[in-house]
């Protein structure tokens, strides 16, 4: 848009005009960072309300984005977005590491139940790796070692 808000302008106006009544439009043009902290799965930044778990509005996790389009019903007569009807293009489940589905949720969106993966495996699947624990050991390290730093300064 910058140094260019008439043709910009013209821009949106054409897609308003091409708009036809009938499919539905849904368009997000923002960072849910502002006003979702995932990791601690809470909602922040409107005054006076936040911080608010995030389960309020969403439910339990997880949280599914999906991106897909319905089929047109050759008699016109259906406009329900049915899942027989949906097309997928994207689809993810998010959720935090602090804040987990059920195990057994877990195991029905990754099939771990089907692979033959008992609860056990698949709690120790979910363990931080190696490196993870090594790594936040040594934050742990860090944040204590510039503390005392602090203290003398």
Known sequence: RYKRIAKYSEEIGNLQKS???GPTYTFAFW??????DVL???????????PVNFNKFAGKPPVHVVLYSVKNDPEGKESRHLQSRK????RA???SSSVRPS???????T?????????????????????QRRFQGFLK?????GASRDKSA
């Not at 099939?111 to 490196?131: C, I």
């Open 87 to 90: 097309t997928y293009y994207f």
């Open 40 to 50: 601690n799965w809470t909602v922040v930044g409107i005054p006076v309300v936040t």
């Open 19 to 21: 708009f036809k009544v």
């Open 103 to 109: 195990l057994a949720r877990i195991e029905a969106l």
């Open 141 to 145: 390290k860090i944040s204590c070692t």
């Open 111 to 131: 099939g771990a139940a089907a692979a033959g993966m008992d609860a056990a495996g698949f709690a120790e699947a979910l363990r931080p790796t190696s490196f």
């Open 31 to 36: 960072g849910n960072s502002r006003f979702l």
């Open 93 to 95: 489940a998010i959720w």
